[in-house]
């Protein structure tokens, strides 16, 4: 099964998530200029409900994105590795 996921960073510095164990698809990232640049795929109305672009035809590959300050990034993973994985952030100051 393929599972999409949007991580939202509200925050003023940007993170690096890494996922243990797989390997996925980066299919968008944003920072925004002014707001939270947050997205919710599940929203209806609002500056969140803006649909990212999606790049579908050669996303990047990686097991570690940096999400950007105040923006998201969508990633595609197929789950098909079994276990229990870490999905975290790799800034170590947590």
Same mark, same amino acid.
């Given at each position: 099964?393929? @599972?999409?996921?949007?991580? /939202?960073?509200?925050?003023?510095?940007?993170?690096?998530?890494?996922?243990?164990?797989?390997?996925?698809? @980066?299919?968008?990232?944003?920072?925004? #200029?002014?707001?939270?640049?947050?997205? /919710?795929?599940?929203?209806?109305?609002?500056?969140?409900?803006?649909?990212?672009?999606?790049?579908?035809?050669?996303?990047?590959?990686?097991?570690?994105?940096? %999400?950007?300050?105040?923006?998201? %990034? @969508?990633?595609? @993973?197929?789950?098909? /590795? #079994?276990?229990?994985?870490?999905?975290?952030?790799?800034?170590?100051?947590?």
């Amino acid at each position: 099964a393929w @599972v999409d996921i949007v991580i /939202n960073n509200l925050d003023d510095g940007s993170h690096p998530f890494h996922l243990d164990g797989y390997s996925f698809y @980066v299919l968008a990232s944003h920072r925004s #200029e002014n707001g939270w640049g947050s997205h /919710n795929p599940y929203s209806t109305s609002g500056a969140s409900s803006i649909a990212p672009i999606m790049n579908l035809r050669s996303p990047v590959k990686k097991d570690t994105v940096s %999400v950007p300050r105040r923006g998201y %990034v @969508v990633i595609r @993973v197929k789950a098909d /590795n #079994e276990g229990i994985w870490m999905f975290h952030c790799h800034v170590l100051f947590y």
